[in-house]
């Protein structure tokens, strides 16, 4: 018998077997249990239909990792409300522009960052404002705890369908102005079962909350995890210390990290000559996403931290996991192999058809060095861009129809496996030749005297465009760093082709990232094309 594939049954499930369980560790260190947690979601539920939400309308949450974002999510959904997460890292004028592109009807903001919206107050079609504190917030905004506490927990569910909309995920912008992704119950329910099974989440496991829930719903576990009963532990912001001693102290099996969070763990792992406990009585495993982590980087997370880690490889569009380098009959644990696959984004989900093709749309070779465009199809891409049906057009239409259009280019291997070379406005094209900048950061990567690094075209009279980097050096002091650039160019020598060369560097403090962790290389290639009438290669 065919029934609809609805989020709710993931909080239905948590209450129905683990009520009684532990739940969420909150940021304050309290505790609560699956049923305290739902009967929140209860609370703000009942409270959103005091105030006139209905199924279909949307609410935001803006929101750092907290149990008040989880009980939120949790309250617009099981009404048929679309849960609409805000990056918590935007500035007024783009939640004025997000909020009025998605019509959003309420929005819950945690205090530190509702005086953003405050701001914009005037400009959005919002009514109903609510916050976890405030008399902390200026302007007339509800508490959620008195407005949960009042409203009681009489929740009338409306009647809801999978093909039916329940979330909006803005894309981080690493291109541009943000679009809606909207995503229905069916393509959440469907990519929450894959990262249930590809993530091995059980009842027993501790997930520390690393990755925003505002990132595609946190990569979908916000359903995952609660489905199955595990434990949340919940953060305000990502300190590598904090991360240590809430690993050790709370036992945590699971967490998230992106290139730079893993980065930031070895940093102060190595500030500590490596005396220092990396886990509790779980072993641990983390899966990070992103550019492909340097092989300096996967030995002291697996050698010296102790840890598993995974590659896993998807955008906002499509779920987002898609792909995953868990592949264990293509390497021994503890064999050098192991990094040769783990540095590749992998082999696609279950039920995920994951094809690397060229201009013609036919697929590439699996010889590891043809490089094509990413396409998708499965149950977990998205539904369409919100309100832009050009664009959703041209996201499935490109090349092969049918496919989501991922703009990131890759090889495949004899095995399958897709590792990525470049987004297509990364790409550098220096002399007609092109040069995946992912594989000049891999090789900068390997120096110990950078700590981080990202590449873009630059402007070049003979070549069109050669490849520059700019580097944060290992001692963050980019006035007096430990290498100069004609070493770091004599270091690429020794392992590039000529023509690959980085030719430019600039030391820098930091590097222009997303609240994920993606570095935003378009304000590094505005920066350096400012003063030129195009970009070559149009990256």
């Known amino acids: 018998m065919q029934r609809d594939l609805l989020v709710t049954e993931f909080f239905d499930r948590a ?140 929740v009338q569910r409306p009647e809801m369908h999978e093909d039916e909309d329940i979330t909006i995920n803005y894309t981080s912008g690493t291109t541009g102005d943000p679009k809606g992704v909207v995503r229905t119950h069916r ?66 099996s699971y967490l998230c990290g992106a290139p730079t969070v893993l980065n930031m763990l070895i940093d102060y792992y190595e500030s500590r000559n490596g005396d220092v406990e990396m886990s509790g009585e779980n072993d641990v495993r983390v899966a990070t996403a992103g550019a492909a982590p340097p092989e300096a980087t996967i030995r002291t997370v697996e050698d010296d931290f102790g840890w598993y880690l995974k590659h896993v490889y998807g955008a906002t569009e499509t779920g ?91 090889t495949v291997d004899e095995n399958g496996m897709i590792a990525i070379q470049d987004r297509k406005k990364d790409i550098i094209i220096s002399g007609g030749e092109n040069i995946s900048s992912i594989e000049l950061e891999d090789t900068l990567f390997d120096h110990d005297a950078v700590s981080d690094v990202a590449v873009i075209p630059s402007p070049s009279e003979q070549w069109g465009e050669t490849p520059k980097a700019f580097v944060i050096p290992a001692n963050d002091d980019p006035e007096d760093p430990p290498v100069s650039g004609e070493q770091l160019r004599a270091f690429c020598e020794d392992h590039l082709a000529s023509y690959k060369l980085v030719r430019r560097f600039e030391f820098v403090e930091e590097l222009p990232t997303t609240a994920t962790g993606k570095v935003q290389k378009f304000e590094l290639r505005e920066q350096e094309w400012e003063d030129e009438e195009g970009m070559i290669g149009e990256g």
């Open 320 to 410: 987002p996991l898609i792909t995953t380098s868990d592949a264990r009959r293509f390497f021994a644990d503890g064999d050098d192999t192991r990094f040769t696959v783990k540095k590749r984004q992998g082999l696609s989900f279950l039920g995920t058809e994951v094809r690397v093709v060229d201009e013609d749309g036919e697929d590439v070779p699996r010889d590891g060095g043809t490089i094509g465009e990413v396409v998708v199809g499965g149950n977990q891409v998205m539904d369409r861009y919100w309100n832009k049906p050009e664009a959703t057009e041209e996201a499935f239409s490109d090349r092969v129809e049918g496919y989501y259009h991922t703009g990131d280019l890759a």
């Open 15 to 154: 209450r129905d077997y683990y009520g009684d369980e532990e739940a969420v560790v909150t940021t304050t260190g309290d505790r609560l249990t699956y049923d305290e947690l739902f009967d929140l979601a209860d609370g703000f539920s009942a409270f959103l239909q005091e105030r006139g939400v209905e199924k279909g309308d949307r609410v935001a949450v803006l929101d750092p990792n907290t149990h008040y974002h989880l009980a939120a999510a949790y309250g617009i959904m099981q009404v048929g409300a679309v849960h609409t997460p805000l990056n918590y890292r935007l500035v007024p004028d783009d939640y004025e522009y997000i909020l009025s592109d998605a019509g959003v009807d309420a929005v819950f903001a945690d205090h530190e960052y509702a005086g953003k919206v405050e701001a914009v107050r005037e400009g959005i079609p919002t009514e109903t404002f609510v916050t976890n504190d405030a008399d902390a917030v200026e302007g007339d905004w509800d508490s959620f705890d008195e407005a949960v506490a009042a409203a009681g927990t009489d």
């Open 187 to 252: 393509t959440e329910t469907l990519h929450a079962y894959l990262t249930a099974h590809h993530q091995k989440l059980h009842d027993d496991d501790v997930y520390l909350w690393t990755l925003p829930m505002f990132h595609v719903n946190g990569w979908g576990h916000i359903f995952a995890v609660t489905g199955v009963g595990a434990r949340h532990v919940c953060t305000r912001g990502v300190d590598a210390a904090d991360i240590v001693e809430t690993v050790t102290a709370e036992d945590v």
